[in-house]
C-alpha cells in the first residue's frame, strides 16, 4: 500500500499473517521546552502508525540541530523526551542520523508490524458511519501564538499535554471495536484529513460545527487574528469541497481547518458499534471522544458543516 490514497504509513505485506507499515515524520521546534519538543515530535511520527491500527516495533531518531549555536545539552533533552515517549509506545530506539542544520528538526522512522486482514485506511468509510475524534481542534494556533509570546503558561501546559499525547489508546480501542476507517488529523486539519478520507471512500460527509471540540484558547486567539499560515492554506485549498451552512463565521471556518500537530485520530465507525467505541475512549481516558458526524452520500467527496 503506498500514497495512492493518502494514507498515514506504507505497508509492505511479509507474509499472509504479517505486514510492516512504516512512516517517517519529522518536524521544526513547537514549543521553547526541549524535552517537551521531544515528547511531541515522537507522538506526533507514533500517530501515523496508530492511525493505521497497527503496533509500533522500533524507532530511528532523525535529527537535525544547529551544532556550533545551540548547547549540545539543548540536544540531549530533545532526545531524552523522544526516548521516553517511544518507550512509553513499547518500543525501542535502536538507531538514527544527525546533520548541522541552522533551524533545528526533530522526528522519528517508526517500522511497525500489523495483520494484513485488520489495516485501517482512510479510504474505507461507508455511507452511514459515525465520525469520531479523539483530541480538541486548536493546536495549530495554540503553537502560533506561543511563538509570538501571546498565550499564558496554564495554556501552553495543556497544550503540550494535548499534543505529547500518544494516539496508542484511541488506536486500541478502534481496533478492538472493529471501525471502518482512521486518519489521525495533522498537518491539512480535520476537514483536509476528512476530506481525504470522503474522496477516498467515494463518500461524502455531514459535521456538526456544536459538537466538534474546540480549545477555548483557540477562539480568543483566532479572535484577536492569530492563525497559522498552513491553516489558511488548508482552508483556501479546500475552497468548493466544503459547503458551509450560511450561519459560520470565517472565525469557526479557519479553527475547523487548523493544521494540527499530533492531533486526534479521526475514526469513522459503524452506527451499532458507535457507544462501544466511545465508552472505550472514556475508559482509556484520550483526551476527548467525539461523535461529530456522520459519513454521508456524496460521489463528490464534499463536506456539508452544520451549526
Ligand atoms: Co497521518
Ligand atoms: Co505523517
Known amino acids: 500500500m503506498g500514497a495512492e490514497t493518502s494514507d498515514d504509513a506504507a505497508v509492505y505485506q511479509l507474509d499472509s499473517g504479517q505486514a510492516i507499515v512504516q512512516t517517517v515524520d519529522y518536524i521544526t521546534p513547537v514549543v521553547d521546552d526541549p524535552y517537551s519538543c521531544g515528547l511531541i515530535a ?6 501515523d502508525i496508530y492511525a493505521m491500527g497497527a503496533t509500533p516495533l522500533f524507532a530511528l531518531n532523525i535529527v537535525g540541530f544547529p551544532v556550533g549555536s545551540l548547547s549540545l545539552s539543548i540536544l540531549g533533552e530533545i532526545l531524552r523526551g523522544g526516548a521516553d ?20 528538526k526533530y522526528g522519528l522512522v517508526v517500522t511497525g508490524l500489523i ?13 452511514g458511519d459515525d465520525l469520531i475524534l479523539t483530541k480538541p481542534l486548536g493546536l495549530g494556533i495554540i503553537t502560533t501564538a506561543i511563538k509570538r509570546g501571546k498565550i499564558a503558561q496554564p495554556a501552553i501546559d ?22 471502518h476507517a482512521c486518519t489521525d488529523v495533522t498537518g491539512f486539519g480535520l476537514l483536509g484529513h476528512l476530506h481525504e478520507m470522503t474522496v477516498g471512500s467515494k463518500a461524502g460527509a455531514r459535521v456538526s ?5 474546540v480549545l477555548p484558547e483557540a477562539w480568543n486567539l483566532i479572535h484577536e ?16 469541497a466544503i459547503v458551509w451552512n450560511p450561519g459560520i463565521r470565517n472565525e469557526a471556518q479557519l479553527i475547523l481547518c487548523d493544521a494540527q500537530t499530533s492531533g486526534g485520530l479521526l475514526i469513522a465507525v459503524p452506527k451499532d458499534k458507535t457507544a ?27 463536506i456539508w458543516v452544520e451549526q
Not at 515522537?42 to 500517530?47: F, G, R, V
Not at 460545527?209 to 471540540?213: G, M, N, Q, V, Y
Not at 487574528?225 to 468548493?240: A, Q, V
Request: charged share 25%; glycine share 10%.
Open 225 to 240: 487574528g492569530i492563525c497559522p499560515g498552513g491553516t489558511k492554506r488548508n482552508y483556501e485549498s479546500l475552497d468548493g
Open 85 to 104: 515517549k517511544v518507550r512509553e509506545a513499547g518500543a525501542p530506539i535502536i538507531g538514527g542520523h544527525s546533520i548541522d542544520d541552522p533551524e533545528p
Open 158 to 179: 495543556a497544550a503540550i499535554a494535548l499534543m505529547a499525547a500518544l494516539n496508542k489508546d484511541a488506536s486500541e480501542a478502534m481496533v478492538a471495536v472493529g471501525a
Open 209 to 213: 460545527l456544536s459538537k466538534i471540540p
Open 42 to 47: 515522537a507522538a506526533n511520527s507514533l500517530s
Open 276 to 302: 462501544a467505541l466511545i465508552q472505550r475512549l472514556r475508559e482509556r481516558e484520550t483526551p476527548v471522544a467525539a461523535l461529530i458526524g456522520e459519513i454521508i452520500e456524496d460521489p463528490d467527496g464534499r
Open 115 to 127: 495483520d494484513p486482514a485488520k489495516i485501517f485506511k482512510n479510504s474505507t468509510a461507508l455511507i
